[in-house]
């Protein structure tokens, strides 16, 4: 796994979690997120890696992401469409060009060592469809491209993070008083 890989992964949840701390959150409302059918994502990540049949493993990621989407919480279900939203955005470029299409230029920008074609990219040209959705964003701290489908994913898991430790912090345990009690004297 290469740093940059690393990094996108890491990024934004540390992101989340620095800002779940900024606003008052508390670790412990990580706890409250119960993501159901958990087996789905690993299905997923094992068809992208053995087969690279990428179709398969978006679907199963969708999948998850929709059986997940019934929060209670309204930071959570808007966390969980931003994901989905960038999931889609993603598999609808790769879907219409059999890989994920990047632009030379932004990896130029970003100091990107840019092969011809991997198993899972190709450089952009003439007839790559739909390539505002593509790989076309340059992040030269990382020297390598994004696309906003990738933004919406990253900003949906700092938000359902940080969400969640700050909704811990707001949270009563069963039968706590809003208000207090004062004593009424009797006469």
Known sequence: ???TTVVF???PIITGILIGYAVGGRPSGLATLRPRALWLLWVAVAAQVAT???PAAFALVITWIAVNLRQRRPVLRAAGA???LGVLLNGTAILANGRMPYSPTAAAAAGASTPSETPRNEP???DSRLTVLADVIPVPVLR???SPGDILIATGVVAALAGAMHSARR???PGACVAPVVP???R
């Open 1 to 3: 796994m290469s740093y």
């Open 9 to 11: 992964l890491a990024a």
């Open 52 to 54: 690279h049949w990428i």
């Open 82 to 84: 931003a994901i989905l």
């Open 124 to 126: 952009a040209d003439a």
């Open 144 to 146: 390598a491209v994004v």
């Open 171 to 173: 949270r009563r345990p």
């Open 184 to 186: 009424v004297e009797r």
